[in-house]
């Protein structure tokens, strides 16, 4: 007869894997874009009420026609914060806020 001891530990540990399988999650997100640092590290910075965010697959070009303007930006969270490092997204959609 099996214990359950023997196999009770190594499939809660699996469970609790999938659980936190990571922060791959779609968001959308309102806030004013800015692009800080300088060429050729810029950081392209989602700016919201209440977090920052750093955008990852957004065009040089589309993001300087959309700096410090209020932006709708679709994407996927790809890193939750890290302190010092902010949440990463990655873009698939931005436009100008309506």
């Known amino acids: ?3 359950p001891g023997r196999w009770l530990l190594p499939l809660m540990l699996v469970l609790g ?3 936190q399988a990571g ?3 779609a968001v959308t997100l309102f806030g004013t874009l800015l692009l800080k640092g300088n060429a050729p590290h810029i950081q392209q910075v989602l700016q919201t ?3 920052q965010y ?14 410090r ?5 679709t994407g ?15 873009v698939s959609r931005i436009e100008a806020a309506q």
């Open 1 to 3: 007869m099996m214990r």
């Open 17 to 19: 894997a999938c659980a």
């Open 23 to 25: 922060p791959d999650r």
């Open 49 to 51: 009420d209440n977090a």
């Open 54 to 67: 750093q955008l990852s697959k957004v065009p040089s070009e589309q993001a300087a026609a959309l700096q």
């Open 69 to 73: 303007q209020r932006v709708k930006v």
């Open 76 to 90: 996927v969270l790809v890193r939750e914060a890290q302190p010092p490092r902010l949440p990463l997204v990655e």
